[in-house]
């Protein structure tokens, strides 16, 4: 009974391990898998509604740690604030609320990070629209 006991933890141990690995190789800190540094990002835009529009892939760079592993784009003049944020695994969700002059505008994203890639989804909804960006982000350096 002991030796089958021992086995099993040995076996929970070994599996645990190799789950808390990154890409590179390295372990992971807080159970996120995302390499600190600068992040290219790209995201499309589409909008249904009354009349719905998709916006070509705009691409930025931003500089991402694992106290902020939130991916966004900061606009000058623009009052939004991330009210909610949750990590769970590799995955990163937040509530981002925004001030504007037709009121306030509510946007919950996720983005699951992969080590040196990320996917994610943000979802908005305006009075008469729903917003829906797709994002990827590659890592490509440190950041400056």
């Known amino acids: 009974m002991f030796r089958i006991f ?11 391990f190799a789950c808390s690995k990154r890409e590179d190789g390295t372990k992971k800190a807080d ?5 600190e540094g600068n992040w290219e990002i790209t995201v499309i835009m589409q909008a249904t509604g ?20 939130v991916p966004q784009k900061i ?3 623009q009052d939004c604030k ?12 937040w509530i981002l609320e925004c001030k ?9 994203g996720t983005v699951t ?15 008469d629209m729903d917003f829906t960006q ?5 890592w490509i350096g440190e950041c400056k």
């Open 6 to 16: 021992m086995i099993s933890l040995i076996s929970i141990s070994l599996l645990f």
């Open 100 to 108: 504007t002059p037709k009121g306030p505008v509510i946007s919950e």
């Open 50 to 69: 009354k009349i719905p529009i998709q916006i070509p892939p705009q691409t930025f760079t931003q500089c991402i740690k694992r106290e902020n592993a």
């Open 113 to 127: 990070y992969k080590g040196t890639t990320f996917d994610g989804v943000i979802k908005m909804k305006d009075s």
């Open 82 to 93: 991330i009210t909610k944020q949750e990590v769970k695994g590799d995955t990163v969700s």
């Open 134 to 138: 797709t994002m990827n982000g590659r």
């Open 31 to 35: 159970g996120l898998n995302m390499k």
């Open 75 to 77: 606009e000058i003049n």
